[in-house]
C-alpha cells in the first residue's frame, strides 16, 4: 500500500513512446536504424563523420512531428498533478512526449532531440530544424561546433545530483519501458531500494536485466497498464 504522500520517482525509457511510434534502441541485430551505436552516439562517432551523426538525428528530430502522446504520458502527467507526495519523473528519452503530455516535473537525463548545443561556448537552443556541419551558432557565431544537445556513450547524464537526492527520499520508485542496460539509468532501482519501504515496480512488455530488483512486476504495454496503474495509486 502506498501513502497518499508518498515521494514517487518514475524513470522511463523508450518502451514509454514505442506505441506513441518511436521505435525504441536495441533490435535483433544490435543496430540503431542501421547503423552501429558507437558510429551515432559517440564523440568518437561524431568526429569522426559528424554529417553522418547530424543526418541521423535529423531524421529523429523530423520525426518527432509525426508522433503524439499515448495514453501512458497522459496518465504520468495527470498523477503528477494529482499527487500529493513529491514528484519526479526522470526519462531517458529524447523525444518531447512527456512535455506534451502535460509532464512538468521532468528531467531529460539523455538530453534533448528538439535542443541543440554549442561545443565552442556552450550555449544550448530550442531546435526542431535539421543541423550540419554549417550550421553557425546564434551565440558566438562559430561554424562546425553545433551538436544535438544529446548524451552519447562516455558522456555524463544530465542533473544526477537532483536524480540521485530524489532516489535516496523516494517510497515509490516506478521504472517504465527501459531494459536496464545502459548505466546509470540502470542502477537507479538498486539506490531505491537502499531506502528502507521504498516500494519498487517495474513495468515492461517482458523481463529485464534488472527486473529481480523489482517487488512487484507489472507486464503488458505502458498506454494500457500505466493508465490502470495511476487510477489505483490516486485512489488509494
Ligand atoms: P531499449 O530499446 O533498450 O529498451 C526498451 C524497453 O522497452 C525494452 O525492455 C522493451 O521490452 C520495452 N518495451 C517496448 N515496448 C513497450 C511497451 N509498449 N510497453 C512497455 N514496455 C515496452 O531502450 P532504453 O532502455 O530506453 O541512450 O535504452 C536506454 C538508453 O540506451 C537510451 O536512452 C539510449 C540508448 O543507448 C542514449 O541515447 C544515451
Known amino acids: 500500500m502506498i501513502k497518499p504522500n508518498a515521494s514517487i520517482v518514475v524513470l522511463t525509457g523508450a518502451g514509454m513512446s514505442a506505441e506513441?511510434?518511436?521505435?525504441?534502441?536495441?533490435?535483433?541485430?544490435?543496430?540503431?536504424?542501421?547503423?552501429?551505436?558507437?558510429d551515432v552516439a559517440s564523440p568518437e562517432g561524431f568526429a569522426r563523420d559528424p554529417e553522418l551523426v547530424h543526418r541521423f538525428y535529423n531524421l529523429r528530430r523530423a520525426a518527432l512531428n509525426t508522433v503524439e502522446p499515448n495514453a501512458g504520458?497522459?496518465?504520468?502527467?495527470?498523477?503528477e498533478r494529482e499527487w500529493r507526495g513529491r514528484f519526479l519523473l526522470v526519462t531517458q528519452n529524447v523525444d518531447d512526449l512527456h512535455e506534451r503530455a502535460g509532464s512538468e516535473k521532468l528531467i531529460h537525463m539523455h538530453g534533448e532531440l528538439r535542443k541543440a548545443r554549442c561545443e565552442c561556448c556552450d550555449a544550448v537552443f530550442a531546435w526542431t530544424k535539421d543541423l550540419d556541419s554549417g550550421t553557425r551558432c546564434?551565440?558566438?557565431?562559430e561554424i562546425g561546433g553545433m551538436r544535438p544537445h544529446i548524451v552519447w556513450f562516455g558522456e555524463f547524464p544530465f542533473e544526477m545530483e537532483t536524480i540521485m537526492g530524489a532516489l535516496k527520499r523516494a517510497d515509490l520508485f516506478l521504472c517504465i519501458g527501459t531494459s536496464g542496460v545502459v548505466y546509470?539509468?540502470?542502477g537507479f532501482a538498486q539506490i531505491a531500494a537502499e531506502r528502507p519501504g521504498c516500494h519498487l515496480i517495474e513495468m515492461n512488455l517482458e523481463?529485464?536485466?534488472?527486473?529481480?530488483q523489482f517487488d512487484e512486476h507489472i507486464i503488458g504495454p505502458v498506454a494500457v497498464e500505466l493508465p490502470k496503474l495511476v487510477e489505483q495509486l490516486l485512489a488509494a
Do not use: K, M, N
Not at 518511436?22 to 558507437?38: A, K, N, Q, S, Y
Not at 523481463?207 to 529481480?212: D, E, G, K, L
Open 20 to 38: 506513441s511510434g518511436v521505435p525504441t534502441f536495441r533490435g535483433v541485430d544490435g543496430l540503431w536504424e542501421g547503423h552501429r551505436i558507437e
Open 207 to 212: 523481463s529485464t536485466a534488472i527486473s529481480r
Open 184 to 186: 546509470p539509468a540502470a
Open 138 to 141: 546564434r551565440a558566438c557565431g
Open 73 to 79: 504520458h497522459v496518465a504520468l502527467a495527470r498523477l
